[in-house]
Nanobody, 125 residues
Framework: QVQLVESGGGLVQPGGSLTLSCAAS????????IGWFRQAPGKEREGVSC????????YYADSVKGRFTISRDNAKNTVYLRMNSLKPEDTAVYYC??????????????????WGQGTQVTVSS
């Protein structure tokens, strides 16, 4: 069983930055791609970013491109999402997920088997 734990969320002013972490319970990252998703109240879950097993391939939603950066440290079984220039519309619960993902479809939540519990990000002045 794979367990994922997100951390790093919080309250930040517009224009600020946060780094989210996703820690896996075992050597998950040696085998699986990781995706970050977010869900705001009343909205569908949105694929934000994904990273392949090797880290050579990444995906970003248009809404975060140029502001967010995904990275991974397989030795620490951890994936990071660095979020810069945050906007109020980035407010959501952020989830990381993993599984046997077809990377070209990595932004689709149905590709993933294992999910973390989520961490709240609130961007507000």
């Amino acid at each position: 069983q794979v367990q994922l734990v997100e951390s790093g969320g919080g309250l930040v002013q517009p224009g600020g930055s946060l780094t989210l972490s996703c820690a896996a319970s075992r050597s998950t990252l040696d085998y699986y791609a990781i995706g970050w998703f977010r869900q705001a109240p009343g909205k569908e879950r949105e694929g934000v970013s994904c990273i392949s097993v090797s880290g050579d391939n990444t995906y970003y939603a248009d809404s975060v491109k140029g502001r967010f950066t995904i990275s991974r440290d397989n030795a620490k079984n951890t994936v990071y999402l660095r979020m810069n220039s945050l906007k109020p519309e980035d407010t959501a619960v952020y989830y990381c997920a993993t599984g046997r993902v077809l990377f070209r479809l990595c932004e689709r939540s149905g590709q993933y088997t294992y999910w973390g519990q989520g961490t709240q990000v609130t961007v507000s002045s």
